[in-house]
């Protein structure tokens, strides 16, 4: 699949007023979801985290959790997702641990703990520099490269 990201960013522009993800009774639109991976990442640059670095997504909200995930794929840093219960993971060391505000998990002693809090997933859009730029091409949609799944030979799309 390539430019899937681009797919997001695009609704976010012509229906923001569409849903985006549903969960239990609560509903977030492409607009609000936009908005709020823009803001998360702006803050992620601030924190001045290595682009090749591994960083700890450790949030409870499942919504929250996906939309921070959705901003370190926005800037470019790979995320791995940490069970609330998990307290540790053997040799492994996170660029920093982003997290709930009240809980600091017990991990490496190397790794740098961020408590996110309510203000990173605000409504209004924050400004800052420093973020790569949006999807390619305005008319892209979206990309998707099938293969084999044995071989991994592109399928033809006619």
Not at 48 to 74: E, F, M, S, W
Request: charged fraction near 20%; aromatic fraction near 6%.
């Amino acid at each position: 699949m390539l430019h899937w990201f681009d797919h997001i960013l695009l609704q976010t522009r012509t229906q923001p007023e569409k849903p985006a993800i549903v969960l239990e009774d609560r509903v977030v639109t492409y607009g609000m979801l936009g908005i709020a991976i823009e803001n998360c990442a702006h803050r992620i640059v601030a924190l001045g985290i290595a682009k090749d670095a591994l960083v700890a997504v450790r949030i409870q909200n499942p919504i929250r959790h996906i939309t921070l995930c959705l901003a370190l794929y926005r800037i470019g840093i790979r995320s791995m997702s940490l069970e609330h219960a998990q307290t540790g993971i053997a040799d492994l060391t996170f660029g920093a641990v982003l997290g709930d505000g009240e809980e600091r998990p017990v991990l490496n002693p190397l790794n740098r703990f961020v408590a996110v809090t309510d203000d990173w997933f605000g409504t209004e859009s924050i400004s800052g520099d420093g973020l790569p730029a949006g999807f390619s091409n305005h008319r892209e949609i979206c990309h998707y490269a099938l293969t084999s799944g044995a071989t991994g030979t592109r399928k033809s799309f006619g």
